[in-house]
């Protein structure tokens, strides 16, 4: 599902439906259907919304850790070493 959110939300971008202030409803509505009918669950464009702000928080998360001497990113892993 994430991959599905991911790769609809970069359609929706290339579409310029992401401006300097965010999303546009339009591209929040598209992945929520594109979600909806993919997985057969009921997603809404808040909850779209909501996983872009985990996104953002995870983003930080690990963006801290890599700056720290003596980690790194092991992309055969996909983790942090």
Not at 9 to 36: E, I, P, V, Y
């Amino acid at each position: 599902m994430e991959r599905v959110l991911a790769d609809v939300l970069r359609d929706q971008r290339n579409l310029g439906n992401k401006g300097n202030g965010g999303w546009k409803r339009s591209a929040l509505n598209a992945a929520a259907t594109m979600l909806s009918t993919s997985f057969n669950v009921n997603v809404t464009s808040d909850n779209v919304k909501n996983r872009i702000k985990l996104w953002r928080s995870w983003y930080g998360i690990v963006s801290g850790i890599l700056g720290q001497s003596g980690f790194d990113w092991d992309g055969t892993k996909h983790m942090i070493t």
